[in-house]
């Protein structure tokens, strides 16, 4: 109330500096309002008690609360019921038969060579062939391998090499299987 008296009483000069002075105390005063701090980059941005409060509480609504709440939003915000897309586009859409072909299969990188059978009238040549091709055969080591047929040649081998065992062993009357 003295505030308001001594407002009344004071000339017009001064009532006029007052009231440019009040307005500016209450400019400076907005101004000195708390700052926020920024938060650091890759924090998450610490959400509004009011939010807090709404996210505390959705979460423990049950699947039909929730669906009821979703409905409620829909309507009230005039939102369209909209499909939910799939990652892959209207890809899904597509025939079950059309799901095999779509879907990318898995390029094989590492493959096995197999002996299975081989040509008796060939075999020393085989053996010859085993030998040169495996390091560490000697003669031997060579024909016992080549005898246990079906056996794995090389495993977890490019396609490349793959195929190059493949046609150096057949040529030699080994017949190869490679997975």
Partial sequence: MNGIRIVKNLPFRQLRSFSRWSVMHQEVVQAAA???IPVPEGVDKPASPKIEKLVAEITT???????ELS???KRRLNLPDAPVMPIGGFAAAAPAADE?????????????????????KQ?????KEVKNLLEGFNLVQAKKFVESAPTVVKADISKDEAEKLKEALSKVGAIIEID
């Avoid at 609504?61 to 669906?67: G, T, W, Y």
């Fill in 100 to 120: 095999e072909e779509a879907a990318p299969k898995a390029v094989k990188t590492s493959f096995t060579v197999k002996i299975t059978k081989f040509d008796e």
């Fill in 61 to 67: 609504l049950n699947l039909l609360e929730v669906s």
């Fill in 71 to 73: 409905q409620v939003l």
């Fill in 34 to 36: 708390p700052l926020s």
């Fill in 123 to 127: 075999k020393v040549a085989l053996i």
